[in-house]
């Protein structure tokens, strides 16, 4: 059973094949992913403003089936402490917010420097790049993290993607730590 929270900021939600990994970690039940409708509002705002031949529709639709793979992980009842939370920049505040109302004690993220160790101290929260998170989930057990990458790469149809492959977007998702480590297991994956 899940011992701990993690908050997904936007950041690493937008791009879709860590997006799908995350999500597909979150389902192994080492962690209680959890995000706000806060943070989907921002990925999608953003993916749309990057991507305007992508219809609103279809990240609607994703957000839906997100909350639907994931139990219990869309936060709600923080937006109270939204004002009394310091971080350098303003707009991140939900972030921390939701992580302190569901007892989250990460959050992933690739803007470390918008959640310094100094702020979040004192929520016993800490921020951890993607990279970091998914090698302490390795850390915790290799066996579920491994099931969790083959089910995501086995899910990719159109097109398939070989292991090889599948460890190259990886590592264009900004997952160099990872990809080595699975680079030993691609048998499995």
């Known amino acids: 059973m899940s011992s701990f929270s993690a908050v997904y900021d936007a950041c690493v939600l937008y791009p879709a094949p860590?997006?799908?990994l995350l999500l597909q970690l979150a389902q192994v039940n080492l962690f209680r992913a959890k995000w706000s409708d806060q943070i989907h509002d921002e990925w999608t705002r953003n993916l749309l403003a990057r991507h305007p031949d992508l219809q609103p529709a279809q990240l609607q639709r994703t957000r839906a089936l997100m909350d639907q793979a994931v139990l219990d992980s869309v936060v709600t009842g923080h937006e109270y402490l939204i004002e009394s939370l310091t971080l350098p920049d303003e707009?991140?505040?939900h972030v921390l917010a939701a992580a302190i109302r569901s007892g989250s004690s990460v959050i992933v993220t690739f803007n470390l420097k918008d959640f310094p160790?100094?702020?979040?101290?004192?929520?016993?929260?800490?921020?951890?790049?993607?990279?970091?998170?998914i090698m302490h989930l390795i850390?915790?057990?290799?066996?579920?993290?491994?099931e969790a990458v083959r089910a995501c790469r086995a899910s990719l149809k159109n097109p398939p993607k070989s292991p090889d492959k599948y460890l190259e977007t990886l590592l264009q998702q900004g997952l160099p730590e990872t990809v080595a480590w699975?680079?030993?297991?691609?048998?499995?994956?």
């Open 18 to 20: 860590l997006r799908d």
């Open 91 to 93: 707009e991140d505040r």
């Open 117 to 133: 160790g100094d702020a979040l101290l004192s929520h016993d929260v800490e921020a951890q790049h993607p990279d970091e998170f």
């Open 139 to 146: 850390d915790l057990n290799p066996a579920s993290v491994l």
């Open 182 to 189: 699975l680079s030993r297991y691609k048998s499995a994956i």
